[in-house]
């Protein structure tokens, strides 16, 4: 195949307009360039790769993380100059430097950003020059593409010597003119600084002439006065430009060593430019990454559209494709205007863009071959020129597409057999067909021909395919189905044109009847398949439905649960604040039970004693009311509370359970207390032998019990030990016992440290400390009261 029949074969796809909407999407112009030139490869790898990069780079747009792609200019030119010894960069080329090194910068950090997410990308990094360079072209170069002062201190003197000279010329000329009499002002002309002079003026000054108006009257004279000036202020600029040409030539040196490096800085950020161009696009087009098989593999496009038409915005019908490693040959047939060449043309640029590294508007599980030749007869190629008709053309067509094709090409033929008559046309399209199927070439053909319809029966690897038409508006519907040939409708488009009926009752009288019979089965099978469809499209719908409620009920559930797990927090959370707030009412009423002591120790007479009895047992009833009503319901069966029975209150204290009332309420034994609560608030515990080696203290209700010299905590938690001492405590202070033994254990160390705390902090202990040895030593610590 010829350069020339390759390009003209692209050319009748129209595979450069798309690479063109493909380029609109660079940065960069040289990027831009490069797209436009792609031409389709069948290196399997290089194919592979460049779909996979693009791929990356669109699953990241999807997931709304786009890499930031700055455009940078076209640096061939710079490195060519640099390339040669002693060649020096102009100042155009030096802001392309710095622009390449500051995008390539950008490119690189964004490339190691995504390198998790996109590693083939991340692996395209290459190294960046030292950023001193960039900081000195930063220093000399400005935005605007100015050689800055700061380039150099010979430079900077050079401009202010260059700014100095012309004032002082300006000056000198301006006195000048003044002394004329004249009203014009200093210009410049042929590069020297003059005055305008009247021709006709008396005074005119010595000097040379440069100039003259367009009516000679006024003559530009440089004044003999002003010539030293004026070469004062030549000799200055050129100082001036020998300095620029220095730090040009200084600044060249200096990127030369980084050649290679710049070369290969300016190749990534243009290939990543084009990579980023065509993700753009597919993002745009909402394609997917096809998988590409070697030549001769099977064909497999789902949702494929046309690109040209999404291009332009045009509401475009989907197709789905499918031939098999055996099926090589897709027959389409149908009526004009039903999108058969739009399908064909599709088709071919599909596997065209996909062989570029151009992601093509496909969907997902698109599967496409590679194809090494593909040769296209599509539209008149009548040519005055060569003296050829239509027919004729299209045969010189088939002859060279015979003489080339092989099982790795891509054959697209529109109206094969077309232009002759139909029986010889078709003759010759059913031979060239089994031709080309007995090769293996993949060939895609549209036909009007009603012969060309049973070929798919006799020759193996020939498929039969059309484009439904609404029977009803014989409006087309532009649906591909594969296996089912379609039919031509030109009488029935005739009769819904006008056609007058005695015309078309005669023309389908002389249709044959296998043709009238083929096209009542077509017709039979098309509607099936349109009422299959419907179907398929009614269940899709309540599927879709179904789903939809489906996720409704789901998210309510989760709703519900989430309300329900609230609720349980909440409640927990009041639980916990009902508990300090009862334990906050205890240590008050206990304050009081203190207070009350204090008193009743002090009193001198029977009246205060019994007073102060009174505060306490008022104090500790208040309180135990109050602990009442804001308890906590517990998780105990109330049935199970007896007399007797160990339980554990709201506030998490533990007692024994005194009495049972018929208002529902009972009487625990905390300590030396007496509570009344609820009984549908206490939690039974299990029965255990008694662990104290005394009773407890006295309760404040029960003067007549004795009260403990002893009390025994093994086998507590700390809190259960903490109520005991307390009430203990509280029975020995009533009972004026001078001490109280403590037995809590050596073990762990918990119970005696949270007992040493406590008396330390009571301000009835005067002191305490550990038992003799011989009387239980640190298993045991006596606390003397006051």
């Not at 194919?47 to 709304?64: N, Q, S, Y």
């Not at 439905?545 to 009041?574: G, I, K, Q, S």
């Not at 005194?658 to 299990?686: C, F, N, Q, S």
Request: hydrophobic share 45%; charged share 25%.
């Amino acid at each position: 195949m010829t350069p020339a029949d390759r390009a003209a074969a692209l050319a009748a796809l129209e595979l450069g307009a798309v690479l063109d909407v493909v380029a609109g999407h660079a940065a960069g112009a040289h990027a831009a360039s490069l797209l436009r030139a792609l031409t389709p490869t069948t290196d399997h790898d290089w194919v592979t790769e460049e779909l996979a990069l693009v791929g990356e780079l669109l699953a990241l747009r999807r997931r709304g993380d786009t890499v930031e792609v700055p455009a940078v200019p076209d640096l061939r030119g710079a490195l060519a100059r640099l390339r040669v010894d002693g060649g020096v960069l102009e100042l155009s080329q030096l802001v392309e430097v710095q622009r390449v090194l500051a995008g390539g910068r950008i490119i690189v950090a964004e490339l190691g950003r995504v390198a998790e997410r996109a590693p083939r990308l991340a692996a395209l990094r290459v190294s960046v020059p030292d950023r001193a360079i960039e900081r000195r072209l930063e220093r000399s170069v400005g935005d605007d593409g100015e050689l800055l002062d700061t380039a150099s201190p010979a430079l900077a003197a050079a401009r202010r010597e260059v700014h100095a000279a012309r004032e002082r010329l300006i000056k000198r000329l301006e006195a000048i003119a003044r002394d004329l009499g004249g009203d014009g002002g200093v210009t410049l002309r042929e590069g020297r600084y003059v005055i305008p002079v009247r021709r006709d003026a008396r005074q005119r000054p010595d000097g040379i002439i440069h100039d003259e108006s367009g009516s000679a009257g006024t003559l530009f004279i440089e004044p003999s006065a002003a010539i030293a000036l004026g070469n004062a202020l030549r000799s200055a600029v050129a100082a001036e430009e020998r300095e620029v040409l220095a730090v040009l030539r200084e600044l060249s040196e200096l990127l030369r060593p980084e050649r290679q490096v710049l070369a290969d800085l300016f190749a990534l950020a243009v290939r990543v430019d084009t990579l980023a161009a065509r993700a753009a696009w597919a993002f745009a087009c909402e394609a997917e990454v096809p998988r590409i098989e070697a030549a001769g593999g099977a064909l497999a496009i789902r949702t494929g559209r046309h690109p040209l038409l999404l291009a332009r915005g045009i509401e475009v019908v989907p197709f789905d494709l499918v031939l098999e490693r055996h099926e090589r040959t897709l027959l389409i047939t149908g009526p004009n205007t039903g999108g058969k060449t739009v399908l064909l043309k599709a088709t071919g640029l599909l596997i065209l863009l996909a062989q570029c590294g151009v992601v093509p508007p496909v969907g997902p599980d698109t599967v496409l071959p590679l194809v090494d030749a593909v040769f296209v007869d599509i539209g008149d190629h009548q040519s005055l020129q060569s003296d050829l008709s239509t027919f004729s053309a299209h045969v010189a067509e088939l002859r060279r597409i015979l003489e080339h094709a092989s099982g790795s090409s891509l054959v697209i033929l529109d109206e094969v057999g077309s232009g002759t008559d139909p029986a010889e046309g078709g003759a010759l399209a059913m031979a060239i067909l089994e031709e080309l199927s007995t090769r293996g070439v993949l060939t895609l053909a549209t036909t009007h021909l009603g012969a060309l319809k049973e070929l798919a029966t006799r020759v193996p690897g020939v498929v039969n395919g059309s484009l439904t038409f609404d029977a009803a508006t014989l409006s087309p519907t532009y649906r591909f189905t594969k296996g089912v040939p379609g039919r031509s409708y030109g009488l029935a488009i005739a009769r819904r044109l006008g056609v007058q009926h005695d015309v078309l009752a005669r023309a389908e009288a002389l249709v044959p009847d296998a043709e009238r019979d083929l096209d009542r089965l077509l017709a039979e099978a098309e509607a099936r398949s349109q009422h299959l469809q419907q179907r398929e499209e009614e269940l899709a719908t309540r599927l879709s439905e179904a789903e939809r409620l489906e996720a409704v009920a789901a998210r309510t559930r989760a709703a519900v649960e989430a309300r329900e797990a609230a609720f349980r927090e909440e409640e927990r959370t009041a639980s916990r604040d009902r508990a300090r707030q009862a334990k906050a009412y205890l240590l008050e009423a206990r304050k009081q039970v203190e207070a009350a002591l204090a008193l009743a120790k002090g009193a001198v007479d029977e009246a205060a004693a019994k007073e102060a009895r009174r505060l306490v047992e008022e104090g500790i009833r208040a309180e135990a009311g109050v602990l009442d009503e804001e308890s906590v319901p517990a998780a105990g069966d109330a049935a199970a509370i007896a007399v007797g029975a160990r339980v554990r209150l709201g506030t998490g204290a533990t007692g024994e359970v005194a009495e049972l009332r018929g208002d529902g309420r009972a009487v625990v034994l905390v300590g030396a207390m007496r509570l009344v609560v609820k009984a549908a608030t206490l939690t039974r515990l299990a029965d255990a032998p008694p662990k104290r080696a005394a009773t407890p203290a006295t309760a404040v209700d029960a003067p007549t019990r004795e009260a403990a010299w002893e009390i025994d905590l093994r086998g507590m938690r700390a809190d259960e030990a903490e109520t005991e001492v307390l009430a203990a405590l509280d029975g020995a202070v009533l009972a004026e016992q001078p001490h109280l033994r403590i037995i809590h254990g050596m073990g762990t160390g918990v119970l005696r440290d949270a007992v040493r705390r406590l008396l330390g902090g009571d301000p009835r202990v005067a002191s305490f400390e550990f038992a003799p040895r011989a009387q239980g030593g640190t298993g045991v610590t006596i606390a003397v009261l006051r």
